[in-house]
């Protein structure tokens, strides 16, 4: 993860944050960064699972 952040120039925490599903968000520049590092596109690293409406709190 270390690597990924150094070579991807964004803040290791983020990289942290990513991987263990705790950010709430994610700009493009940083999608658009780790996809030049991993050589990858968007869909490569994103995954739509719709929240359960018990989760919302309805």
Do not use: W
């Amino acid at each position: 993860m270390s690597q990924l952040a150094e070579e991807a120039e964004i803040a290791k925490n983020t990289v942290l944050s990513l991987y263990h599903e705790r950010a709430k968000g994610v700009t493009f520049e940083v999608l658009d960064k780790l996809c030049s590092a991993l050589n990858c596109q968007p869909g490569d690293l994103l995954e739509h699972r719709p929240e359960d409406k018990r989760e919302k709190g309805q």
